[in-house]
């Protein structure tokens, strides 16, 4: 591996993020502390990036930090042979540069004191306030002596709780881990590679979360060059090459200026290039580079309505991309990113990506929540740890669904392991989508989740009774996949004693479903063997004519219902496919022999040979008056259910009830809980079809009746 693969910082230096030299801080860290009356040169520029945000911000709280910090580390060293005081100064300068307020940096100056040095807590507390002492805790690594080889994991989910109540202690963590991945080189490659993994699995799809874009970005490269030494190399070369020969997006960028200022839109037009990981995205993509693809025009204004404006401009002195329009003001992603997207063409058909932005979004979508300041107050300056709300929720903008989702289930992932895979799992969904309850809340699921994550996202462990779903109004199954803005209401079982079946497994995407019906199924061994036995391929169960029925042994005289049709003395057969009985409207059409074959005028078969041109035959029910006394109606009725116990018995008791004979019935194999009943049935008076339905209909588990429509021949 070259010099700058082992230190992929370097070339980012190159393309506009300069670095102060670690060296000379040490060596100006060496000099310990001043009088109480100036700053420390080593804070200086610590001093500068935070006025530049906070210009009246009272420095003398990080005066106060530092000389703890330099005095609890002086005489420990980094293995890259620094003073050990240059990593929570470098750590602190790159949240000062993020815009992150005075208690944020107070903290991390001090955020290896209680874990590296004889600072205790109560030591922290007592200098700082609660405030400042719970930010240092929460980053604070648990002792591998106590914990072993869970020491990692635990000591994630430490961190995430309490990330869960001040998000500041995850922007700690991820500068944190920002510098030691630009110091990784001094580790043996093993280490290197261990350490960029859970980089890549964890920290970066965290700063994604949370909108920290800054950090993510340089993080995503650090983590290219250690795990893909060759690709990176290859990438490299290409940006290096690129460097020199801006002219299509510089010509495109200067276009775009004369065209603003000629609308009177003032605004920053700026060539943002792509970081290294990106480019590599876009070469694997596309194959062939273009010049515009290793960067991208970045127009910043000074309102939202000035966004649209320059949008508007670009449509209609360039040639847009419409594909690649995307409006993230009005709907703004889930970690706080807004921008408006596009591409327009330019000259000889070069194609120039496009983000418009204002300066305010554009400070967030480079630092997201570190961008809030304090998030616990109006104006952003430091205060005691926020009140809670007479509600008992804490009224924290920066605390979001997928946050607050993760804290509930990782207290069901009892074990490490499971806590780790699952986190993994978790952070590997890369988009959130929001679903509406018809109880008017929302509910927040990663993207690919069904109606059982939307399920135990509602009720907990409530949702081991679920049976099926309203999907936009549309009754549908646990498996359901969910898009975003679709509207859903749960169907629970009034049985308590029912539960998930292993095929939810399957269908599960969010932790918190797949650990809550894991351990339903573990701690119900007998009902996932029953549940086995009730496979697909089990045969289906028959259930025999009535003693009563045609065929069997009772029902004898009465008289079928009489059909009238425009060709007299033809033989009439009512269609099995629909069993038309009176009062449905029907429909004739001649078959071969002569016959007359009569279907109900919905019936699928009636269009599909009015489209192959067969000729209708008129048909009326003949005696309307005496359908009452009339026997020998068939009709072929479906129940759509939920499975539950005693199903099919209560079913057969309310045909019963209504006086119909079961002439022939199928039940499907349960899938997702959901049974299909096939019934034909003979009744003793057409009338009572309407009251049939209704009493199957109130039979618990039924959600709907309907009469058969299968498949018919044509000829």
């Not at 540069?97 to 109560?122: F, R, Y």
């Not at 329009?325 to 330019?346: E, W």
């Amino acid at each position: 591996m070259s010099a700058e693969a082992t230190n992929p910082g370097a070339p980012l230096r190159k393309r506009g993020r300069p670095r102060i030299d670690l060296r000379r801080l040490g060596r100006v860290a060496l000099l310990g502390p001043v009088s109480r009356d100036r700053l420390p040169d080593a804070i200086g520029h610590v001093a500068d990036a935070h006025r530049a945000h906070y210009p009246d911000a009272d420095l003398s709280i990080l005066r106060q930090a530092y000389v703890l910090a330099e005095t609890s580390h002086r005489g420990q060293m980094r293995k890259s042979g620094e003073p050990y005081i240059t990593h929570p100064l470098a750590v602190t300068l790159i949240l000062a540069e993020l815009g992150a307020e005075t208690t944020t940096l107070t903290a991390s100056l001090l955020h290896d004191t209680v874990e590296d040095t004889e600072v205790t807590l109560d030591q922290v507390r007592e200098e700082f306030g609660d405030e400042v002492c719970y930010l240092v805790d929460g980053v604070t690594k648990l002792e591998k002596v106590d914990y072993g080889a869970a020491a990692e994991p635990e000591t994630f989910r430490k961190m995430l709780v309490a990330t869960g109540n001040d998000v500041r202690v995850m922007s700690i963590k991820l500068a944190d881990r920002l510098h030691n991945m630009r110091t990784l080189g001094v580790m043996r490659p093993e280490k290197q590679a261990r350490i960029a993994k859970v980089t890549r699995d964890v920290l970066i799809p965290l700063a994604e979360r949370l909108g920290v874009q800054a950090l993510k970005t340089e993080l995503e490269d650090l983590v290219f060059a250690i795990l893909h030494p060759q690709e990176y190399e290859r990438t490299q070369a290409l940006i290096s090459a690129w460097d020199g020969a801006q002219e299509p997006l510089t010509e495109i960028a200067d276009r775009v200026r004369t065209t603003l200022r000629d609308a009177g839109i003032s605004a920053e037009v700026l060539i943002r290039p792509r970081h290294f990981v990106s480019v590599h995205r876009v070469r694997t993509k596309r194959g062939e580079m273009r010049g515009t693809d290793f960067g991208r025009l970045l127009v910043l204004v000074g309102e939202d309505a000035d966004c649209y404006a320059v949008l508007g401009e670009l449509h209609t002195c360039f040639t847009p991309v419409i594909s690649e329009f995307k409006d993230f003001i009005a709907a703004p992603k889930f970690n706080l990113y807004q921008s408006l997207h596009t591409a327009v063409v330019g000259s000889e058909g070069a194609v120039a990506e496009v983000l418009i932005r204002t300066h305010r979004m554009h400070k967030v979508a480079e630092a997201g929540v570190v961008a809030l300041g304090n998030p616990y107050t109006q104006d952003g300056t430091a205060t005691a740890h926020p009140a809670e709300p007479a509600d008992g929720e804490r009224a924290d903008p920066t605390r979001p669904g997928w946050l607050s989702r993760l804290l509930d289930w990782q207290e069901s992932a009892t074990d490490s392991d499971t806590f780790w895979a699952t986190l993994r799992a978790d952070l590997a969904q890369d988009r959130e989508i929001t679903v509406f309850r018809t109880d008017g809340g929302t509910l927040g699921l990663s993207a690919g989740a069904s109606c059982v994550d939307a399920a135990y996202a509602q009720y907990g462990d409530e949702a081991h009774g679920s049976i099926g779903a309203r999907v936009n109004g549309r009754l549908a199954t646990l498996s359901t996949v969910l898009n975003d803005g679709d509207t859903v209401q749960l169907l629970l079982a009034q049985d308590a004693s029912s539960g998930p079946s292993p095929e939810w497994l399957d269908h599960a995407r969010t932790p918190a479903a797949r650990i809550a019906i894991t351990a339903w199924l573990d701690a119900h061994p007998d009902s996932v063997q029953g549940a086995h036995k009730s496979r697909p391929d089990t045969p289906r169960p028959q259930v025999q004519p009535a003693d009563d029925a045609p065929g069997g042994r009772g029902r004898t005289g009465g008289r079928a219902p009489s059909v009238a049709v425009e060709a007299p003395g033809a033989p009439v057969r009512l269609a099995g496919c629909c069993t038309p009985v009176p009062p449905d409207g029907i429909i004739g059409f001649t078959v071969r022999g002569g016959a007359v074959t009569v279907h109900r005028e919905e019936c699928p078969a009636v269009a599909r040979m009015r489209a192959i041109g067969r000729a209708a035959v008129a048909a009326r029910w003949s005696d309307p008056g005496d359908w009452s006394g009339a026997a020998d109606y068939r009709v072929t009725l479906v129940a759509e259910s939920f499975g539950r116990p005693r199903l099919l018995a209560d079913l057969t008791e309310a045909i019963a009830t209504a006086d119909a004979a079961i002439v022939s019935a199928t039940v499907e194999p349960p899938s997702e809980q959901r049974v299909r009943h096939t019934y034909t049935l003979q009744l003793p008076d057409a009338a009572g079809l309407p009251g049939l339905m209704r009493a199957m209909r109130d039979v618990p588990g039924v959600y709907d009746v309907s009469r058969a429509q299968q498949t018919a021949a044509t000829g």
